[in-house]
Structure formats: structure tokens, C-alpha cells
């Protein structure tokens, strides 16, 4: 099967698309073609290309800068090839929903809107599945940074991340910052951390920076601040507990911003599938840090499974 990848240069897009990709090539051969043209030019070299394969297509990508790429480039084809060519957008468009033959989109964009039939919905983010086993003297903490979606506070975090390797003396810390986190803040992380002997600060900007997945997957304890879906969706494809982080101060109250990732993040607590270290203000104003552990029975979260199914299902269903 032929797929022409239409990418952005956002990085979350870029992997979720490739954990997807990834899993539908365990279940059919593909040939993949990354497509980052900003216009027309370029279509008629995927015409060329068509004529050269043989079996159907696949014209996909995330970002509202290439749903209408996808859309052009299919109607292309179809008017110069008489193959079958199938559009996917992953992640929700926010125009011309009926266009793309599927959409591939987290349960909470369509939480409080009717789910069209060309809708498969996901729990998250799309990420890449770890059956690995983890080492249980290993944790990570993965750190975010401001968002639309969470009044993020340096302070409370760097109290947490110091009760956080409290209670856990004995396990060998790895912290990655991400790139919205504050340069300031990485100074604080770096000077704060020289205490402890068990844990190591990677900068994104490292050559070590590569080791995230890899010590995602191996480590027992992820703990994550919950602005960045993705991160913790990563994590709760692999073995192990996830935790989030409290970020904000326990005297906020929200009043702005997007609410669709607080309550996926809240869907998570509340089922247990994710723990929380929270913080909280006793009578006196002072402030208690916390640790609730999430339920020990789930396993990895299989996403990307479930929807390459429901895509070779459909395509199927069309011959």
C-alpha cells in the first residue's frame, strides 16, 4: 500500500502519525512517502509514483497546515488515476469535516459534539506501544512547561519535584525538560538538583535527549506535568505508573482556556488509570505535598492497535 505523508513541522503531530504508521506496517507493507511541499508542485511526481505502485493510497497527515494539501492532492489523483485513494486526517480539521474519507481523533474533541460516521475516536494521543519490561530502580520525570490549558507556577512545581526524590531516595531519576519549558526554570532544575546523587537533569538541546523513549519504557515511576497530552499518553503505553504532577498553586481557580485536556487529565485520575502528586493548603497556610498511587491492574494503553485496525477494516470494506 502506498502512503503519501503529508507532514508539518509540529512534533507532536510528526510522532503520533508515525506510532500509527509504525503499527500498520506489523500489518501490511507500505511504502511511505513524506510529502513537505507548501503547494501544488510535487503532485504530479505522486502521479508518477502512483503509476510505478501498484495497490492503493493513503494521503495522510496532522496539522491544519496539511488537511488541505490532502484534500487538493486527492483530488488530483483521482481526476489522473483510476486507483483508489483514501484521505486521513489525523487529529480533528477544523473545516471540511465530510471531505476526508476517515478522521482519526482524541475522544474529547467530540465530547460535547455529535461523532460524524467518518470519525475514529481515541483515548489521548496516538504513541508508539512498550511491552518492555521496566527496571524497578528506574523513574523519569518528564516537565512541560506554560500553555493555554494550565496556569503553569515554577514554584509549586520545584517543591514537588523535591518531594517527589524525597520519598523515592533509592531510584535512579532521570528529569527531561521539553522545549516550552522556561529557561529560567532549567537554571533553577540544574542548580537544585546537585543534591541528589541519584538523579540526572538531560536538556533537550543534549545528545542524551534521545534517551527519552528508551527510558520511558524501561522506568517503573513516570512522573509528567499533565500540560502536555502527549507525554502522558506516552507514558501510559508503556509498562509501569504514571503519575501526574500538580503544576498549579491550590488557591488558583480557573477562570480562562481550553478545558477538553483538564478533563481528559481528570478522566484519568478519576479512573485511576494515572496517579497524582498533589499538593494541597492546610489550615495555617501550609503547603502538603501528596502521593496517590494509580490502580497496579491496567495495562499499556493500546491506541494505535485499535485504530489500524478500524483503518485496514474500512479500506477493506471498500474493494
Known sequence: ??????????????????????QLKKEIELSITPINYPNHEGFSNMLANENQLDGPSILIGAGH??????????????????????SIAVLRPSYKLNSFDLI????????????????????GSLAAISHHP???????????GPSKHYKFDEGILLKQLHYILSVHPKHEFKIY?????PD????????????YPNVQFIDLNSAESDTFQDNLNKSSLKFVTPDSSNLVFE??????????????????????????????????VNTKRV??????????????????????????????????FSILKFINQQK
Do not use: C
Open 1 to 22: 500500500m502506498n502512503v503519501y505523508w503529508f507532514q508539518d513541522s509540529k512534533t507532536g503531530h510528526l510522532k503520533q502519525v508515525q506510532a500509527l504508521l509504525d
Open 65 to 86: 497546515d496539511v488537511y488541505s494539501k490532502i484534500l487538493q492532492a486527492k483530488k488530483y489523483l483521482k481526476k489522473n488515476t483510476t486507483k483508489d485513494v483514501f
Open 104 to 123: 482519526i481523533a482524541p475522544e474529547h474533541d467530540f465530547r460535547r459534539r455529535r461523532l460524524p460516521k467518518n470519525v475514529i475516536p481515541f483515548q
Open 134 to 144: 521496566v527496571d524497578e530502580n528506574k523513574a523519569i520525570i518528564a516537565i512541560g
Open 177 to 181: 525538560n521539553s522545549r516550552r519549558t
Open 184 to 195: 529560567a526554570l532549567n537554571l533553577k532544575l540544574i542548580g537544585g538538583l546537585n543534591n
Open 235 to 268: 507514558a501510559l503505553s508503556a509498562k509501569g505508573q504514571t503519575y501526574l504532577i500538580q503544576i498549579e498553586s491550590p488557591k488558583y481557580r480557573r477562570i480562562f482556556g481550553a478545558k477538553k485536556i483538564r478533563e481528559s487529565m481528570n478522566q484519568l
Open 275 to 308: 496517579g497524582v502528586v498533589s499538593i494541597f493548603n492546610k489550615k495555617g497556610g501550609i503547603d502538603i505535598s501528596k502521593i496517590e498511587s494509580p490502580s497496579p491492574y491496567f495495562e499499556p494503553l493500546a491506541e494505535v492497535e485499535k485504530i489500524s
